[in-house]
């Protein structure tokens, strides 16, 4: 089958101040892929090649991985981040990062603005390029809570910066998005199992819009009526097919569906502030949408509703057995999500944590992991390249992952 590479800026480069230096493609307890000075080791031994390094390591790189990600899985869990949405958009709004994020919130409101509005919330700016967003907008959340909304000043920037973020996750997606080749891939699964299970941290509509232009159902927790509710228990239901309108011992299950949630929100949640029922809308009209923002608060605020609920499920899910959790370009900012993930490794021996972002190497706390770990793999990969190689499911027997 044939191998797709993605590039990336960045991303392969492995020359520093004119030394070559060692550069991880795959880390775990038992496979390690690196190259140090134009050569390729694998396991501790170095692989004979012909051709250019960094090509042979990510190929040797996505054979690996493409055989781990073939065997069988009764649950698989996906957790993606804001770098699945990176740099991606039909538009001049694409998925970006929080210092890309900041810098527009910073070119958009002033720097004046923003300077005088952190010495009224009494955060200190030294570098305003060098703010984090979601420290400042805790200082000034937290004033606001303690002034109960009576400084105009403060809450009317304070909100400009949120339709800021708002705007910049109205992302429109492109032909090219690796979201569809992603769902495809990843829920070509024999029927009986486990639906795919994909929780995102991203306010965006990417994997939305692929979905409906892929076909796929979504069973997102909101109710199939019109207006569409949420109702926990949405997420217990599911799509069979019964021929004839005849019930048969055993049910056939639609293909093409799969779960979402959303655990900081969506562009195309409302609160109906009648019922305080959380409503789907069109994410484009959607003035005041339901979000967790960037801040100390998000932490608080999951445990309210619809949060809570996904957050329970996710914990839930973590827990299932022979489960393969994937991780895409999240990058270990939420604590209380963290928790639920290294508590399940410790209490479910046979949950497998696949971590792909294309900066592996700042994730030096989990490749410490590794070592009392059999289950984490760390891999050097975007979202790209990951969605074009991913194995469709034809293996249904699972080995260890550190087994040839």
């Not at 692989?47 to 690996?64: D, R, T, V, W, Y």
């Not at 979504?218 to 004839?244: A, E, Q």
């Not at 619809?306 to 839930?316: D, H, I, K």
């Not at 984490?376 to 499911?393: C, G, H, Q, T, V």
Request: with cysteine.
């Amino acid at each position: 089958m044939s191998v797709f590479l993605s590039r990336k800026r960045n991303d392969y480069k492995y020359e520093k101040e004119g030394r070559k230096y060692l550069k991880d493609y795959i880390i775990s307890q038992r496979k390690r892929l690196y190259i140090k000075e134009d050569k390729i080791y694998y396991n501790g031994k170095e692989l004979e090649f012909e051709g250019n390094a960094m090509e042979i390591a990510i190929q040797k790189k996505i054979e690996i991985y493409r055989d781990f990600l073939s065997r069988h899985f009764d649950n698989t869990i996906v957790l993606t981040g804001a770098g699945s949405s990176y740099g991606i958009g039909k538009t001049e709004i694409k998925g970006m990062t929080m210092k890309k994020l900041w810098e527009k919130i910073v070119e958009t409101c002033g720097e004046q603005s923003i300077e005088k509005l952190g010495k009224k919330i009494n955060y200190k700016i030294d570098d305003i390029s060098k703010v984090n967003l979601e420290e400042f907008l805790s200082h000034a959340s937290l004033f606001l809570l303690l002034y109960k909304d009576s400084d105009i000043e403060v809450k009317t920037v304070v909100n400009r910066i949120k339709r800021i973020i708002i705007e910049n996750c109205t992302i429109i997606m492109p032909e090219d998005s690796p979201h569809k080749e992603f769902l495809k891939r990843i829920t070509a699964r024999k029927l009986k199992h486990s639906r795919l299970k994909l929780f995102t941290t991203n306010y965006d509509m990417l994997f939305e819009q692929a979905a409906n232009e892929c076909g796929f159902t979504m069973i997102d927790g909101f109710s199939f009526t019109f207006p569409r509710v949420f109702n926990g228990n949405n997420y217990d239901y599911d799509i069979v097919i019964r021929k004839n309108s005849r019930i048969t011992a055993q049910e056939n299950y639609a293909s093409k569906v799969f779960h979402l949630y959303k655990l900081h929100g969506s562009l195309d949640w409302k609160r109906d502030t009648e019922t305080d029922q959380i409503k789907k809308c069109d994410f484009s009209n959607n003035e005041e949408p339901v979000m967790i923002f960037p801040s100390s608060i998000k932490y608080e605020t999951s445990y309210e509703q619809p949060f809570f609920e996904m957050m329970s499920r996710f914990q839930s899910e973590l827990r299932t057995d022979n489960a393969l959790l994937i991780i895409i370009g999240y990058s270990f900012g939420d604590k209380h999500i963290n928790s639920m993930i290294f508590e399940a490794l410790e209490l479910n021996h046979s949950l497998q944590l696949v971590i792909v972002d294309p900066f592996i190497e700042n994730f030096n706390d989990i490749i410490k992991k590794t070592e009392r770990s059999a289950n984490i793999m760390l891999i050097r990969s975007d979202f790209k390249e990951l969605a074009l190689n991913y194995p469709y499911s034809y293996a249904y027997s699972q080995d260890e992952m550190g087994e040839e």
